[in-house]
């Protein structure tokens, strides 16, 4: 990875160290969600055909425990940097119920205060992991 991206990914990281238990970040590089998804079917399909896994009890924690996020909790929030409205493959399964925040901000350029916005954005929300809303 270039001294750049390298970069990044230690700010990144020293953000995520300042808040322990309330922030994670991820980076994935050379990464599908797709290909993710792909993969861990396949391991599933070997895990029944060996027998280790019976088809009729597979459940979305199942398939959850077969993605590489294992053991990671679902992101609660996406922050979608440069303006695009799109997942761009990125982690389809995990984002599911994922608030999502769009800002024309760059990456690189993303700091403290826009940081502030995406919270307090995401602290409007009406989380109904799928349910409908109440009247």
């Known amino acids: 990875l270039s001294p750049a991206i390298q970069g990044l990914i230690d700010k990144t990281d020293a953000i995520a160290a300042r808040l322990p238990g309330c922030f994670q970040a991820n980076v994935c590089l050379n990464y599908g969600g797709r290909d993710e998804i792909t993969r861990a079917v396949r391991r599933m399909g070997e895990a029944c055909r060996l027998g280790n896994l019976d088809p ?68 409007k929300r009406d989380r109904r992991f799928g349910g409908v809303k109440q009247a």
């Open 56 to 123: 009729q009890t597979i459940t979305e924690s199942t398939v959850a425990s077969y993605l590489d996020t294992a053991g990671m909790p679902d992101p609660d929030l996406l922050i979608r940097t440069s303006g695009e409205l799109r997942l761009s493959n990125y982690l389809l399964w995990q984002l599911a119920y994922s608030e999502i925040y769009i800002t024309d901000c760059l990456w690189p350029d993303f700091d403290r205060a826009e940081l502030v916005k995406a919270i307090e954005a995401y602290n």
